[in-house]
C-alpha cells in the first residue's frame, strides 16, 4: 500500500510563496505519474500540475508560470513551488499517485490559505 504524506501548507499573503513536499513510500515516484491536485470550499477538486515518470510536466492554465512541479527521486518526493500566489488559489492541495488504470493513491492533504 503506497502512502503519501503531504506537507507545506500554511497561511500566506496575496503575492506570496509556498512549497509544497508530498513524501512517498516506497520509490515510486518515478514509475508513477504524479500530480497535485486541489479542492476550494464548494468546488471540485481539480487538477493543478503533473509531472509524468519520463519528467514531462503539464499545468492548468491559472497557475502557468506561477507554479513548478519537481520531483526528488532519492527522496521519493514531489513537490510543488507556488510563487505570486493569489487568494483564488486558496484551498486545500492532495497528492496523487496513478499508475494508468492500475492503481491510484491520494495524501491527506494540506492547507493552503492567501489572504488579500
Known amino acids: 500500500q503506497v502512502q503519501l504524506v503531504e506537507s507545506g501548507g500554511g497561511l500566506v499573503q496575496d503575492g506570496g510563496s509556498l512549497k509544497l513536499s508530498c513524501k512517498a513510500s516506497?520509490?515510486?515516484?518515478?514509475?508513477?505519474?504524479m500530480g497535485w491536485y486541489r479542492q476550494a470550499p464548494g468546488k471540485q477538486r481539480e487538477l493543478v500540475a503533473r509531472?509524468?515518470?519520463?519528467?514531462?510536466?503539464t499545468y492548468t492554465d491559472s497557475v502557468k508560470g506561477r507554479f513548478t512541479i519537481s520531483r526528488d527521486n532519492a527522496k521519493n518526493t514531489v513537490y510543488l513551488q507556488m510563487n505570486n500566489l493569489k487568494p483564488e488559489d486558496t484551498a486545500v492541495y492532495y497528492c496523487n499517485a496513478g499508475l494508468g488504470n492500475t492503481a491510484t493513491y491520494w495524501g491527506q492533504g494540506t492547507q493552503v490559505t492567501v489572504s488579500s
Open positions: 509531472i509524468f515518470p519520463g519528467g514531462t510536466t
Open positions: 516506497g520509490n515510486i515516484i518515478s514509475i508513477y505519474t
